[in-house]
């Protein structure tokens, strides 16, 4: 059970890297737009495509986009919080069992 609450916690981290580098890479791109004049030509990438697109639209879209991966970061934050306590708990209640049999012998 703790190997599995360990290996749990590893998975949360590597996703919540993986967010926190999309957001690093999404608020670069909104930078560099913010940066660009109002009429200039923005492609956007849709699946393996790159259509052209107002700039406010794209804009707009890397907001969202910057959001929903922020959102997600905080949901992995309280499920790790959580995995954490059950970490702990059990780690406490092993090492009474162990101090138990020790006191015992």
Known sequence: MLQQLQQQMQTLLNQKNQYEMAV???RRAIEE???TPENAEV????GTVMMQKPRSQVLESLTEKTENF??????IEKQEKLVQEKFESLQSQIKAA???RAEAA
Do not use: A, K, P, Y
């Open 33 to 35: 737009l913010n940066e």
């Open 43 to 46: 492609f956007h990438s849709v």
């Open 98 to 100: 162990m101090e138990g």
């Open 24 to 26: 690093q890479e999404t």
């Open 70 to 75: 922020e959102i997600r970061i905080s949901s």
